[in-house]
């Protein structure tokens, strides 16, 4: 009888289990099913906590619904009937001391039309005027690997860009603009500067592609994120799922493995899948010269609060949804999302739910990763004053520090990705990297990795 041991219980570990189960049941297979999981839960950055009327999400806390849809794992799961889609409205920057809109018809911050940069609160007139050099500025030496910040510096001025379209773009992109390649962000924005002679042309001619006609762009479940973690648990009954059970080494034995738990006991398997962050996974091997093909890979941090009050969420602007914060000497957070407006199942009474994200590329985070969850809140509940004008007690939080936990892909990354398989093909054949430290972060890339981890060890079953 073979054994596949997989080591992580998080999306990506139950998703390779799931798959294997499946193969299993329909060929009637005489094969040993092991999962190990560190924590006291299943799910790893996919943990949602209730507290009274409010639902809230601890790591993720959506799914892109464009690529879900294409992704047949919602069905199967049998949750079709548990999705709920995010409500649509504006967002706001917080600037000067006040919340300004992201104009609309614009993309990430950049205006997408003459009217939309006539009508920004975010901008001076000066600013605008500079703006328009857009039209009439050739671009004669940007190429996609120049930077994305100097090329929109050039082409729209300091203004737009710093109070605009930086707090936007570099927020998705987790970045400095100035660090950031065309080719890693945009690559369309020189495309439409090349055919167009202007960017702000380039979007009006190619509007089609921005509009979203009113589509829903995330969904959840009426009860969390959880709910996915919980129906895969729920479908595994031919798997043994150890909890509380770290593993601590990995060896290799006649073309087996033995790997070591935290418990001093040692499972013995033919296929270990290695669903664990990189910075755990890189732990379990004694191989000097393959722990140095994990230096490759990065993490960043974040530490996300949750603030729930005994106030109804209609006290904040119509339509709003959040804001990104643009200077980082007003506000502690990075961004604040108005979870009860965007996310309706998340707060039972209509009450108001936020939750703020703070960065660890904000100047502050380095005093903020030394305070306790106590100091913590206070910090929010500062942000949440000043950014939201709310003086309110709170009903209830959820602090979730996330210290590099965070995976941050290096342009190096595709490289480092296949030289670790590679290394690892040659030493520890039958042991396999997979999740969202190497194959891509959001939830249907892990869920997708899963099912291809399953495959790759099918083949040799
Ligand atoms: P993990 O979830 O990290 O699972 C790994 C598991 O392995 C954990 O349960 C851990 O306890 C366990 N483990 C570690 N070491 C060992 C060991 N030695 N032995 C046994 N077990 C071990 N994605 C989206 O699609 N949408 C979002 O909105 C979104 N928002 C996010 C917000 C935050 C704050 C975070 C942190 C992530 C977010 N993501 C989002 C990303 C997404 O949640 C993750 O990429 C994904 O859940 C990772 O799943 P995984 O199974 O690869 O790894």
Same mark, same amino acid.
């Given at each position: 009888m073979k054994t596949v041991l997989v080591i992580g219980g998080g999306i990506t570990g139950l998703s390779a289990m799931y798959e294997l189960q499946k193969w299993k049941k329909a060929n009637h297979a005489d094969l040993k099913l092991i999962l190990v999981e =560190?924590? =006291? $839960? %299943?799910?790893g950055k996919i943990r949602t906590v209730k507290d009274g009327s409010f639902v809230m999400e601890s790591g993720a806390d959506s799914i892109v619904a464009r690529k879900a849809n294409s992704m047949p794992f919602i069905d199967e799961l049998g949750l079709e009937r548990e999705v709920v889609y995010n409500s649509t409205g504006r967002s706001f920057i917080y600037t000067d001391g006040e919340l300004k809109p +992201? /104009?609309?018809?614009?993309v990430f911050g950049i205006p997408a039309s003459i009217e939309s940069l006539a009508n920004s #609160? %975010? @901008?001076s007139a000066e600013g605008k005027v500079e703006a328009l050099k857009d039209f009439f500025t050739k671009n004669e030496t940007f190429t996609k690997s120049d930077s994305v910040g100097t090329f929109l510096e050039y082409f729209f001025g300091k203004e737009l860009v710093e109070k605009q379209i930086s707090p936007v773009l570099s927020g998705v992109y987790s970045g400095e603009l100035s660090d950031l390649t065309i080719a890693s962000t945009l690559p369309y924005l020189l495309d439409y500067k090349e055919e167009y002679g202007s960017i702000i042309k380039g979007f009006e001619a190619n509007k089609k592609r921005f509009q =979203?006609?009113? $589509?829903?762009k995330f969904l959840s479940f009426r009860n969390g994120l959880r709910s996915l973690i919980d129906a895969y648990e729920s479908k595994l009954d031919e798997v043994e799922i150890l909890m509380n059970t770290k593993a601590a080494k990995i060896t290799k034995s006649n073309n087996r493995y033995h790997v070591k738990l935290n418990n001093h006991e040692i499972i013995e398997a033919d296929f270990v899948v290695l669903s664990i962050p990189h910075t755990a996974a890189e #732990? %379990?091997?004694?191989d000097e010269e393959l722990v140095? $093909?994990? #230096?490759g890979f990065k993490n960043s941090s974040l530490i996300s609060m949750y603030v729930g009050f005994d @106030? /109804?969420?209609? +006290? *904040?602007?119509?339509?709003g949804t959040g804001f990104i914060a643009a200077? #980082?000497?007003? *506000?502690?957070?990075?961004a604040c999302t108005w979870t009860s407006r965007k996310w309706e199942h998340t707060s039972e009474t209509g009450n108001l739910l936020v939750r703020l994200f703070y960065k660890s590329?904000?100047?502050s985070f380095t005093a903020l990763k030394e305070m306790n969850e106590e100091q913590l809140l206070q910090v929010a509940l500062m942000d949440i004053h000043k950014g939201l004008g709310i003086i309110a007690e709170p009903v209830a939080s959820e602090v979730t520090n996330w210290t590099e936990q965070m995976p941050n892909y290096l342009i190096t990354h595709p490289k480092s990705v296949e030289a670790l398989e590679n290394k690892l093909a040659e030493t520890f054949p039958g042991v396999i990297i997979a999740g969202? =430290?190497?194959?891509? @972060?959001g939830i249907p890339d892990c869920v997708e990795n899963g099912v291809r981890t399953a495959e790759k060890i099918i083949e040799f079953l």
């Open positions: =560190s924590s =006291s $839960e %299943l799910g +992201i /104009p609309a018809d614009s #609160t %975010l @901008v =979203s006609n009113g $589509e829903k #732990t %379990l091997f004694g140095k $093909e994990f #230096t @106030v /109804p969420d209609s +006290i *904040l602007p119509a339509d200077n #980082t000497d007003e *506000l502690s957070c990075n590329s904000h100047p969202c =430290s190497y194959y891509g @972060v």
